[in-house]
């Protein structure tokens, strides 16, 4: 069974950075897209970053372009997101999740796996 494990969340200073990882435990066929989503109290699930099965094409989302980019490893089995220049309102719990295809899709109907979600929380 596969399962979407996440790592490094925890609380920054505003303006610092934070790395987000994701391993597809039990997934021996890597050619599936995946994405980084986020969520805080009262609002919707949005897209941050997702990227294609083989890495070469990405889709970043609007509120965080130019301070979050998404990458996954040469074996395809993690994929990162290096977030900096934080801000408050990017403090939410984030969830990583793998896609049923193989491009980068910002619309979580597209994703088939999710992760338990990581908390990060970004002081002032």
């Known amino acids: 069974q ?18 987000l990882s994701c391993a ?4 021996t066929d890597r050619r599936y897209a ?8 009262g609002k ?3 897209c941050v970053a997702a990227i294609g099965w083989s890495g070469a094409s990405t889709r970043i989302g609007d509120a965080v372009k130019g301070r979050f980019t998404i990458s996954r490893d040469t074996a395809r089995i993690t994929v990162f997101l290096r977030m900096s220049s934080l801000k408050t309102e990017d403090t939410a719990v984030y969830y990583c ?8 899709a910002e619309d979580a109907s597209a994703y088939a796996k999710w992760g338990q979600g990581v908390q990060v929380t970004v002081s002032s």
């Open 44 to 46: 919707e699930r949005e």
């Open 97 to 104: 999740a793998e896609a049923f295809g193989v491009g980068p």
């Open 2 to 19: 596969v399962r979407m494990v996440e790592t490094g969340g925890g609380l920054v200073q505003a303006g610092g950075s934070l790395t």
């Open 24 to 27: 597809a435990s039990g997934r």
């Open 34 to 41: 995946m994405g980084w989503f986020r969520q805080s109290p």
